[in-house]
């Protein structure tokens, strides 16, 4: 096909869009939504994902956790009869955290335990907080600054101490400010010392409104009563040990901790962050295939209108259809022509949802933490996806023009 009948498609196309402008929106429409919204999922998930990448890398890609039950497993028919699946799978204590901790290939193992409580500072009440019991080193797990004071020691989990770290962000909304005006503060109805602000970093969902705190966890069960039947242990390797084998290390000290036997399987399980990004990957692919779904409305709704379009393009050009045929055209030629006309149409509405995709993230990126960023294979896929809606829908005009009697279509007025 010669390169002129290709401009001369695409011109003509441009022309009608310019020509009747309402039309060509109301026709493009369904393009431009469906492709922008494509792009927009796209740009949200990849830049999410390269967040959360970051940090789990940064929290130590060798470190991993010990916990009762993968969690991540869970279907909604688990739970036949009205039981649990964790149920009758005992769970991590203190004392197999003591023993992870006396590994040679261990350097920490850090017990974990969550729970959620009230924070009072005198007229300012906080419900519904989340705090975390962790050992002193808990940092290694969620990297970040002090931006006020200090980490609690070891001597102060040993002993039961009434301190915590706060969140930045908890941190000025209680005192107005990162740094606390008066250190105490009220958690449970007991007085606690606030020693330290954290502000985290590397972690998209952490802004400084993230509400949350950090206390020893032998307080946080003794004073706070931290829910022991999920306590987690933290572990990170000794330097220069891969992490095969500490967890190997782990699985042979818990399993022997546990008396388990060479047939039975584990009772615990090992969590490690290329698991928690698997996990994430499935979540988000889950959510981009039902807005693909979604969107997909939006591209049949456009479609439908580019093959109207293209209809009645048809039937307005009868006589220049007739001309063409008389002067020597072929079917070929007239189908071609057409079809160069529908796919010009929705790749404009194509460019126009890439353009409306891009300002958003750009926005998105500028005004919130979500560090959106638009791929290049996602606009390759929004504009390939406007020509083959074009193709697809457009067959069946381009057809009937290229079917025509040059005759019949001579007489038509």
Known sequence: MKLWTIGHGVG??????????????????????????????????????????????????????????????????????GKSPWAGVPAVSLREAGLLERLPSVRSATPNASGTTILRFG??????????GAGADWPDYRPGTLVWGRNFLGAEVQRSGTVVVLSEGLA?????????????????????????????????????TARWMVTPYTTAIKHLDADQGWLEVRVVPE????????????????????????????????????????????????????????????????????????TISVTERTREIG???????????????????????????GAAGVVLAGGGAFLLARLTP????????????GLGVSAACGLVFGIAPAHRAARMDPVEALRHA
Do not use: C
Not at 30 to 40: E, F, K, L, Q, W
Not at 269 to 292: N, S
């Open 12 to 81: 003509i196309a441009w022309d009608a869009l310019r020509g009747n402008r309402t039309r060509a929106l109301l026709t493009t429409s369904g393009i431009v939504v469906g492709v922008a919204t494509v792009m927009a999922m796209a740009s949200v998930i990849v830049g999410v994902r390269r967040a959360v990448t970051e940090e789990l890398l940064a929290a130590g890609p060798d470190n991993f956790t010990v916990e009762r039950f993968d969690l991540s497993s869970v279907r909604m028919d688990a739970f036949g009869e």
């Open 123 to 132: 007229r300012t009440t906080a419900a519904g907080l989340h705090v975390e």
């Open 172 to 208: 000025k909304e209680i005192f107005g400010r990162a740094e606390p005006t008066v250190p105490e503060v009220s958690l449970g109805g007991i007085t606690f010392r606030v020693v330290g602000v954290y502000r985290e970093t590397g972690n998209v969902f952490a802004d400084e």
């Open 239 to 310: 330097a220069g040990v891969s992490r095969m084998r500490a967890m190997s290390d782990v699985t042979a000290s818990l399993r022997a901790a546990r008396g388990l036997r060479s047939a039975q399987p584990n009772n615990f399980t090992l969590t490690t962050h290329d698991a928690m990004q698997a996990l994430f990957d499935d979540t988000t692919r889950m959510f981009f295939g039902v807005m693909m779904a979604l969107s997909s409305l939006g591209l049949v709704v456009g479609g439908v209108g580019v093959a109207a379009i293209m």
């Open 323 to 349: 001309v063409r045929k008389a002067l020597g055209a072929t079917r070929r030629e007239i189908l071609w022509q057409f079809l160069v006309e529908s796919v010009t149409v929705t790749l404009v509405g």
């Open 370 to 381: 979500v560090p959106a960023a638009v791929p290049l294979w996602s606009v390759l896929a």
